[in-house]
């Protein structure tokens, strides 16, 4: 199935109203001012059990045994062109909540019998692009870690285009960003940008 000109945008903070959500607004705005949908995503507000690595999704083509929020997300991701995913960075890395979530997704994946077993995503060749973007206490881009790698090397994996990948450093009070129209306009404008992308494929 192909998927719709939607853009999925993810918050994987656990702190309501944060930096990380802000901007996902800003962005939801730049893509929602196209005529693109867009549908905001809070990972909090989900229970998503780590991955087990029971390999059942290699048979099902989905996790047949963990039922969870994930279940509620799977036919969100399918049905969406766009995907902007953002996480803080906690210990040089994203979110816990993050990594659940992207471990999930692995039921996308096909693989071969033979060691090592080639792969490929059911997911791939389908125009996907999404944008990935951190949000960081420290003002130095290497106190982010593998933030963005850890978000950007999956999805890239499973088939999407990472046409961005955005470092914000400097802020950890709740909501700081808002206080910074320069910075909020510049992601707006991605929003926007991803979202022309997905209507001129």
């Known amino acids: 199935m192909q998927p719709r000109l939607k853009v999925l945008c993810i918050s994987g903070s656990p702190r309501g109203g944060g930096n990380t959500d802000v901007l996902l607004g800003?962005?939801?705005?730049?893509?929602?001012?196209t005529g693109v949908e867009g549908e905001r995503i809070?990972?909090?507000d989900y229970v998503i059990q780590p991955c087990i690595g029971c390999e059942r999704c290699r048979k099902d083509r989905l996790?047949?045994?963990?039922?969870?929020?994930?279940?509620?997300?799977?036919p969100k991701i399918i049905e969406s062109t766009g995907?902007?995913?953002?996480?803080?960075?906690?210990?040089?890395?994203?979110?816990?909540?993050?990594?659940?979530?992207?471990?999930?997704?692995?039921?996308?994946?096909?693989?071969?019998?033979?060691?090592?077993?080639?792969y490929h995503s059911r997911l791939a060749?389908?125009?996907?692009?999404?944008?990935?973007y951190s949000v960081s206490e420290q003002d130095e881009t290497g106190e982010t870690g593998f933030t963005l790698e850890a978000m950007g090397y999956p999805l890239t994996a499973l088939g999407y285009e990472v046409v961005d990948d955005i470092s914000v450093t400097g802020f950890f009070d709740r909501g700081a960003?808002?206080?910074?129209?320069?910075?909020?306009?510049k992601v707006y404008e991605k929003g926007r940008w991803l979202a022309e992308m997905i209507l001129s494929t």
Do not use: W
Not at 26 to 33: A, H, K, M, T, Y
Not at 177 to 185: F, G, I, K, N, P
């Open 26 to 33: 800003s962005f939801l705005r730049g893509v929602e001012e």
């Open 42 to 44: 809070f990972l909090r």
């Open 63 to 74: 996790c047949s045994k963990l039922h969870d929020g994930m279940q509620l997300l799977y």
């Open 83 to 118: 995907l902007i995913l953002g996480s803080p960075t906690h210990s040089y890395n994203v979110t816990a909540m993050v990594k659940a979530f992207i471990d999930r997704l692995y039921p996308f994946f096909e693989f071969s019998d033979d060691r090592p077993r080639k």
């Open 125 to 132: 060749g389908q125009g996907r692009k999404a944008i990935v």
């Open 177 to 185: 960003v808002r206080h910074h129209m320069d910075l909020l306009d």
